[in-house]
């Protein structure tokens, strides 16, 4: 099931970034980002977020802060749905395009977003650190 992210469901997104990624978001910076008009969504199963996104509006312009699926429901089509749920919010808002950034090497997270429609459109050198790394920008129009 997806659902729109409350401010109650900050801890159990702050243990999935934390299980996810090598710099996590802390609970405080969820809620912020969530303040400052971040729309976050999340996977749920039997009461339990599995997997969740975000998506940052400025003007016309999406950018997704994240996806995260637990590594215990990974290769289910969690991730696409929340993609796609993703696209359908852009589409409501009437968002020119959505980007992102996504690590050269997360070659699982490439495919997704390929098959969802995204393109590379460039790359930011050494965006990513534990460890360094580079970011392809990824970018749909028209979805």
Same mark, same amino acid.
């Given at each position: ?26 609970e $405080?910076a969820? @809620? #912020? ?13 039997? %009461? *339990?977020? /599995? +997997?969740?996104?975000?998506? $940052?509006?400025? @003007? #016309? ?13 990974? %290769? *289910?089509? /969690? +991730?696409?749905?929340?993609v ?19 690590r ?22 050494n ?17």
């Amino acid at each position: 099931m997806i659902r729109d992210f409350s401010p109650a469901d900050a801890e159990a997104v702050a243990l999935l970034e934390a299980e996810c990624f090598s710099s996590p978001w802390s609970e $405080q910076a969820i @809620l #912020d980002s969530y303040s400052e008009g971040v729309l976050f969504i999340l996977a749920e199963e039997e %009461g *339990r977020v /599995i +997997g969740y996104a975000g998506l $940052q509006t400025v @003007l #016309d312009e999406g950018y997704i802060t994240n996806i995260a699926v637990s590594r215990d429901f990974r %290769g *289910r089509g /969690i +991730g696409s749905s929340l993609v796609e749920q993703l696209k359908e919010k852009a589409r409501q808002k009437g968002l020119a395009f959505i980007s992102l950034e996504v690590r050269h090497s997360n070659a699982a997270a490439v495919a997704l977003y390929e098959k969802q429609g995204f393109k590379t459109v460039g790359k930011r050198k050494n965006f990513y650190t534990a460890p360094l790394e580079d970011a392809l920008i990824m970018t749909i129009e028209g979805f």
